[in-house]
């Protein structure tokens, strides 16, 4: 789930993505979704890609997207008790201390020049925060 989650479904139903998601023909929804993940892409190719992918999926993922928005991500992370690596994008406003707000215990880690694909934007990044993290443990 996001740590930003909808408390309920009817609140995930009120906003604009949901709303394109179930309106739009699904193709033009998905791809219109999908591109707003890549604001600055630095590799267009790539982002055309992931896009095009996208819409070829099934239109059963908005069900799946829905149960994801909704999840009680605080409930969930509270059971946690296994060291936890945050990584966020460059590009989104959450902050470590919103992540330790869920999750309090939590490594913050941000990947320069990225959008919502991290592991296909910057995987070099990535996978150099994972081994840091991985080796202190």
Same mark, same amino acid.
């Given at each position: 789930?996001? @740590? ?6 009817? +609140?995930?139903?009120?906003? +604009? @993505? ?23 892409p630095r590799d267009t190719d790539l982002?055309?890609?992931?896009v095009r992918d996208a819409a070829r999926?099934? +239109?059963?993922?908005? !069900? ?6 909704? !999840? ?47 592991? @296909?934007?910057?995987? +070099?990044? @990535?996978? !150099? ?9």
């Open positions: 789930g996001a @740590l930003d989650q909808y408390s309920t479904a009817r +609140d995930v139903e009120r906003t +604009d @993505l949901w709303r394109t998601l179930t309106d739009a023909p699904y193709d033009d929804a998905i791809i219109e979704a999908y591109s707003q993940f890549f604001p600055d982002a055309t890609r992931v999926t099934p +239109d059963s993922r908005i !069900a799946s997207w829905r149960a994801t928005l909704t !999840a009680n991500v605080t409930a969930l992370a509270n059971q946690l008790r296994q060291p936890v690596l945050y990584v966020n994008s460059s590009n989104n406003t959450r902050t470590a201390a919103d992540v330790r707000a869920v999750l309090p215990r939590a490594e913050f880690a941000q990947v320069a020049g990225s959008g919502h694909f991290i592991q @296909l934007e910057a995987p +070099d990044q @990535l996978v !150099a925060m994972i081994r840091r993290f991985v080796d202190r443990l």
